[in-house]
Structures are given as C-alpha cells and as structure tokens.
C-alpha cells in the first residue's frame, strides 16, 4: 500500500531556530516527492523533487530527496512566526497526477 | 488570473441528506481532482477528472461521485451523507493529467455533518 509518513507530527520552536522536517515514502512507480505548506486552507506549493541528493531552496527553505532511501527533509532556518503552518510532504506515483499526502507536521513558532 | 475557487466555503447537513459541492479550475487547466481532509489528518484522493471522465479513483464508496463540465469545472457529490463525512474536501486542478505537473488548490469546502 502506497504511504508518506511524516514525523514529528508537532514542533514548537522559537523564533531563529532551525528545524528540519521529515518524510519517508512507500509510493508505487514513484514519480516526485512534494512538499506543500498549509496555513489555513488551501495548500501552496514549496517545491517538487525528482532527481536525488539535489537540493531545491527558496529562501528560508531548502529540500532534498534520498530516492535510495526513500526520504525528504525540509529545512527552514531562522524561523519566523510567519513560518507557523502545516507542512505536508506528498509522494506522487506513476504518470496519473495521483497525489499521496502525509499527515503533516505542524510547526508553531513562537515570538 | 484567477485560482482554483470552490463553493461554498461552508455548509451544514444531517445525517441521510445529500450535498453537492463545486470547483472551478485554474485558467488553463484541464484536470480537477478531489481530496477528503479530515482533521489533523492529510487530504486523502477521492478521484480525478479528466476530459469530463472520472480517471482514477481513491478508495471511497459509491456515495461518492463526480462529473466534470466542457468548461473544466467540477462537482464533487455525496449521498447519505455520514457524520464521518464531515471534513474539508479540497479541490485541485492541474494541466495534463499525464504529466508531472504542479496542482493547485483550491480554499477547500469545510462540510459538517451533524
């Protein structure tokens, strides 16, 4: 059974920490591994991944794939309040456009 | 350039009752898909549309089904409804359902069942 699995399901930091999200998938005739930050609804797209060991960044955060290992971190550094959202991690197998999401992390950072 | 919009962005039933909700695609796109997020828990595939025909198909009963219009847009509909039903159902649209393209989504409908 294809399955993402994301841990920790919750963090609390403060201001200026870094953290580091991860995600492990099962997904049959993998495709990319996407990560989408949830806020109050909608998810929004952070970045998708298809080749390993390259990193993708935009700004604060910055990504990479182990297709070895089958695992996605996500990393923020100098966190701000504005960072407080749910993380989802997403597995995207064979050519269909069929998305499997994680559970989520939800991140809160405090001021 | 206007998003995925959905309607409505609430609403309210009881249990047996039945529901209907929309989604209107981002310009350009040709592929709606629908996601079931239940709280504290990450959206799950209900199925994906394609050239107004349903493509694939998560695993949710019959209760559950679809239709996608010539304009893209499309409806997501649900009978007998359930108090596990109540969730927030995403919809996501895409260009080519055959390629490794990005979904937007949609704000979601929040459904609750009473």
């Known amino acids: 059974e294809d399955k993402v699995v994301q841990s920790p399901l919750s963090l609390v930091v403060h201001e200026g920490d870094t953290v580091t999200l991860n995600c492990s998938y099962e997904?049959?005739?993998?495709?990319?591994l996407l990560w989408y930050k949830q806020e109050k609804k909608a998810p929004t797209f952070l970045f998708m991944l298809?080749?390993?060991?390259i990193e993708k960044k935009s700004g604060r955060l910055s990504s990479i794939l182990d297709k070895k290992e089958l695992f996605s971190i996500l990393n923020i550094t100098a966190t701000q309040t504005g960072d407080s959202a749910v993380y989802l991690c997403?597995?995207?197998?064979?050519?269909?456009?069929?998305?499997?999401f994680g559970r989520g992390t939800q991140l809160t950072v405090w001021p | 350039d206007a998003g995925v919009t959905q309607s409505p962005t609430h609403l309210i039933k009881t249990r047996g009752q039945q529901v209907t909700l929309r989604c209107s695609p981002k310009?350009?796109?040709?592929?709606v898909s629908w996601y079931q997020q239940a709280l504290g828990q990450g959206p799950q595939f209900i199925f994906q549309?394609?050239?107004?025909?349903?493509?694939q198909r998560g695993n949710f009963p019959d209760r559950f089904s679809g239709h996608q219009f010539p304009n893209y847009s499309s409806e997501l509909n649900v009978n007998a409804l359930l108090l596990g039903d109540s969730a927030l159902y995403l919809c996501?649209?895409?260009?080519?359902?055959?390629?490794?393209?990005?979904?937007?989504f949609g704000p979601g409908t929040r459904l609750t069942v009473l």
């Open positions: 298809t080749s390993s060991g």
């Open positions: 996501a649209s895409s260009l080519e359902w055959t390629n490794n393209n990005e979904q937007f």
């Open positions: 997904v049959t005739n993998f495709r990319s």
């Open positions: 549309y394609y050239e107004e025909e349903e493509r």
């Open positions: 997403v597995g995207r197998g064979s050519t269909l456009g069929r998305l499997y």
């Open positions: 310009s350009g796109h040709d592929t």
